[in-house]
């Protein structure tokens, strides 16, 4: 029996796929008028993908990455305080599958200072970064956007991909940070994924872009560093979504950023064009850039701006620039 995407059933842990993840991204406003941008993502890695990535590691670094267990979780968060031009991050990782959730997930780190749990478009989420505290919960705007119209997605370089998006997600909670508590409210945006993605996020690399366009748009954009993979998605205010292909949009790299940490170079600003839209997309805080000792795969990823022919916010992630033929 071939495999379609099924909701909310695929919002739960498939022990049939190598790499998954749950993906949140936004940008969030307290009370008092404070703007973040927050990220929290887990990904569940089975043996196999493991067992790949270490050979891709050796190859490209000379070193393991590591072994010994059948599944893998990573959890990823971070956040940015925009109006301070800071930015925070953690990885953690858990040993072993998530819990088995009927129509939806459980997912936290081994401490619990960060969880997700729901499904179907209703989900509660924990992130602890740092000194900053987010208690949210999240409810969708907007059915789901399937992406490859629920089918099997070969990819041209090796692998494959199933892939949905819930691109308006309700948010409302609070924030406590020293020791001060606040009301906090704003519009996230979660992408799922999954499927044999060793090579795509090993090999190849992304830059993947979600956009939130005032009043009630979405864009979806993943530009691969394999230009015929290039793919995307509009939902417009009425709600009908139009898939994008290689052809259907353009993108310019306006400027790059150098990491004071790691000395990577990474595109810091981009023209976007397609149909009635002509964007510019900039980050809020140049440093966004994930450097964690232990990750496996370094990226920059952060909350941006959007201004042209419409105004609106971004979340931006860059994957693939530690290669040097990459920059």
């Keep these: 029996?071939?495999?379609?995407?099924q909701l909310p059933q695929d919002d739960a842990f498939l022990d049939d796929q190598l790499i998954q993840w749950w993906y949140w991204t936004g940008q969030l406003t307290t009370e008092s008028g404070r703007r973040f941008g927050i990220e929290l993502c887990f990904f569940a890695v089975d043996a196999s993908a493991i067992h790949l990535f270490e050979m891709i590691a050796h190859k490209i670094h000379g070193e393991k990455v590591m072994s010994d267990f059948t599944t893998v979780q990573m959890i990823n968060a971070a956040v940015t305080d925009i109006d301070n031009d800071k930015f925070y991050s953690k990885v953690t990782y858990v040993p072993g599958a998530p819990k088995e959730v009927t129509d939806g997930f459980a997912l936290h780190d081994l401490l619990r200072n960060c969880s997700a749990v729901g499904g179907g478009g209703n989900d509660k989420l924990l992130i602890t970064v740092d000194d900053f505290k987010?208690?949210?919960?999240?409810e969708e705007l907007r059915p789901a956007v399937i992406h490859?119209?629920?089918?099997?997605?070969?990819?041209?370089?090796?692998?494959?991909?199933?892939?949905?998006?819930?691109?308006?997600?309700?948010?409302?909670?609070?924030?406590?940070?020293?020791?001060?508590?606040?009301?906090?409210s704003g519009n996230?945006?979660?992408?799922?994924?999954?499927?044999?993605?060793?090579?795509?996020?090993?090999?190849?690399?992304?830059?993947?872009?979600?956009?939130?366009?005032?009043?009630?748009?979405?864009?979806?954009?993943f530009a691969?560093?394999?230009?015929?993979?290039?793919?995307?998605?509009?939902?417009n205010e009425q709600g009908e979504t139009i898939e994008l292909g290689p052809k259907d949009y353009s993108l310019e790299i306006l400027e790059w950023w150098t990491s004071p940490h790691t000395q990577r170079r990474y595109p810091s600003k981009w023209h976007l064009k397609t149909g009635e839209y002509d964007l510019t997309i900039t980050p809020l805080v140049a440093d966004q850039e994930l450097d964690e000792a232990w990750l496996w795969i370094k990226y920059w990823e952060g909350a941006c701006g959007v201004t042209g022919s419409h105004q609106g916010s971004a979340y931006v992630e860059l994957v693939g620039y530690h290669r040097k033929h990459w920059l």
């Design 1 to 5: 029996m071939t495999r379609t995407v």
């Design 134 to 138: 987010f208690e949210l919960n999240l």
């Design 148 to 184: 490859y119209d629920g089918q099997k997605h070969e990819y041209q370089f090796g692998g494959y991909t199933y892939y949905y998006s819930r691109e308006s997600m309700q948010a409302i909670g609070q924030l406590t940070t020293n020791g001060q508590t606040e009301n906090v």
């Design 188 to 221: 996230l945006w979660f992408d799922r994924q999954y499927g044999e993605l060793v090579q795509a996020s090993m090999l190849v690399g992304w830059q993947w872009f979600a956009i939130q366009l005032e009043p009630n748009t979405q864009i979806m954009i």
């Design 224 to 235: 691969y560093h394999w230009e015929s993979e290039h793919m995307g998605s509009i939902t």
